[in-house]
């Protein structure tokens, strides 16, 4: 009952927009602004076989694998830099520098190294999205209880233990917070990269579809690329809920 109050909750601006959306484009005329009805068919006939295969299915492998790249480095990277201070503080001007540098700016410059192709695409999405999992990592484990650490030295755990037993799960709230931000910074550099790179995906399907002034079709690659993006988030809020069931119960 909970689950569906809550989808409920969310449901129902979505539901407004989409049929204000729908009345108010009904008699439209515009080439830029075609009625939704045709955008939802073209939607039902073009994306649920053919696009999906072709474009649909690549950017979801694309976003998948520079993830869960930046999911492993962040974490580890993180746990790292946040027990060795000196570490970090020594790279701390190197990591300033990448963080504070669009991951699309360095687009020119992975195209002539890795050329155009998934590489390319795949190293610009984990480097982009790597930044919030790895600072909320860091802080994650520096803000450990001293109560906790101190338990664990009187029980003589390893650094190992430390880490499973204190470390991750104190920073595992901040680092699914870091990964839902992630997560929509790899969906915008996906969209981006597929723009300029080999033909393939739905940043190209879009891009290639207002070259042709196929409007319609335009419009069904948004369209799908939003369901694509809330459909991705859910999955990961769905994770989350489940990992960190410990953590909601205990703070109610």
């Given at each position: ?88 503080e ?27 192709g ?29 109560v ?20 991750i ?48 079709q ?14 991705l ?20």
């Amino acid at each position: 009952m909970k689950r569906v109050k809550l989808l409920a909750i969310e449901a129902w601006l979505p539901i407004v927009l989409v049929t204000v959306w729908l009345v108010a484009s009904a008699g439209s005329g515009s080439l830029y602004f075609p009625p939704l009805a045709d955008i939802l068919h073209e939607v039902r006939e073009l994306w649920i076989f053919d696009a999906t295969r072709d474009d649909l299915l690549p950017s979801l492998g694309r976003i998948g694998v520079g993830f869960c790249i930046a999911v492993v480095v962040g974490v580890v990277g993180g746990v790292l830099l946040g027990l060795l201070r000196p570490l970090e503080e020594a790279l701390r001007p190197l990591l300033e520098f990448l963080r504070a540098t669009p991951g699309v700016a360095l687009l020119p410059i992975a195209t002539l190294f890795l050329g155009i192709g998934d590489e390319m695409k795949i190293f610009l999405i984990a480097l982009a999205s790597v930044w919030p999992i790895l600072l909320n990592t860091i802080d994650g484990v520096r803000s450990a209880e001293p109560v906790l650490l101190q338990m664990a030295r009187s029980y003589r755990f390893s650094t190992a233990g430390k880490i499973r037993f204190i470390y991750i799960p104190n920073a595992a709230p901040g680092v699914f917070a870091g990964c839902r931000l992630a997560l929509a910074i790899a969906t915008v550099v996906m969209v981006v990269t597929e723009m300029v790179g080999s033909p393939g995906g739905i940043g190209w399907f879009i891009l290639d579809s207002q070259r042709s002034f196929n409007i319609v079709q335009m419009w069904s690659g948004i369209v799908v690329l939003g369901l694509v993006g809330y459909a991705l988030n859910l999955a990961l809020r769905l994770v989350e809920s489940r990992v960190l069931a410990w953590h909601h119960m205990k703070n109610g």
